[in-house]
T-cell receptor, first 114, second 114 residues
């Protein structure tokens, strides 16, 4: 049981390039989310999904796209990278079953846009 | 709108001394509450959570937190800090429903000196 796996761990992009951050989970959780972490700002929700085929915007969605074709995978796409997207990105799943509730986070992707 | 405040950006504590991290929230009802820890370069690990019942909650690594409804607080404590406790700590709150959109505080960085 690997939990939540994110790839790559580190990435450097040039302004205007595109890329996809991968997130995969093996816990069969319906809910998945992408957060970005910036110094002094905690974690902010980018996009989330309540199940395969269903996605919605979070607090800071601009410049990012997501899709959810399977329960296991929830990739985050940067269409045209900007320096303001330099951040650490976390994928997480959410469980709510009785006393078993909360987020499970991946180990993060540190992205630098130059 | 819900919000989470961690008043202390950075705390320095001596090894073996006690530690208390503050968390205050603004919410329309009693939320569920979490504390996460993030070691340098790592993802977020759940320390403890509160949903109902005893307002003093025990977590992993010797941490505990106390929910005080009258003060809208959920402070984290540890009686004796170890060097390995040096990390960033995040408080998070969410509604008492299957709503996965937590609000995170900005975090408190803990430095442990020998």
């Amino acid at each position: 049981n690997a939990g939540v796996t994110q790839t790559p761990k580190f990435q450097v992009l040039k302004t205007g390039q595109s890329m996809t951050l991968q997130c995969a989970q093996d816990m069969n959780h319906e809910y998945m989310s992408w957060y970005r972490q910036d110094p002094g700002m905690g974690l902010r929700l980018i996009h989330y999904s309540v199940g395969a085929g269903i996605t919605d915007q979070g607090e800071v969605p601009n410049g990012y796209n997501v899709s959810r074709s399977t329960t296991e995978d929830f990739p985050l796409r940067l269409l045209s990278a900007a320096p303001s997207q330099t951040s650490v990105y976390f994928c997480a799943t959410w469980i709510w079953q009785g006393r078993d509730y909360g987020y499970t986070f991946g180990s993060g992707t540190r992205l630098t846009v130059v | 709108a819900q919000s989470v405040t961690q008043p202390d950006i950075h705390i320095t504590v001596s090894e073996g001394a006690s530690l208390e991290l503050r968390c205050n929230y603004s919410y329309g009802a009693t939320p569920y509450l979490f504390w996460y820890v993030q070691s340098p370069g790592q993802g977020l690990q759940l320390l403890l959570k509160y949903f109902s019942g005893d307002t003093l909650v025990q977590g992993i690594k010797g941490f505990e937190a106390e929910f005080k409804r009258s003060q809208s607080s959920f402070n984290l404590r540890k009686p004796s800090v170890h060097w390995s406790d040096a990390a960033e700590y995040f408080c998070a709150v969410g509604p008492r429903s299957n709503d996965y959109k937590l609000s995170f505080g900005a975090g408190t960085t803990v430095t442990v000196r020998a």
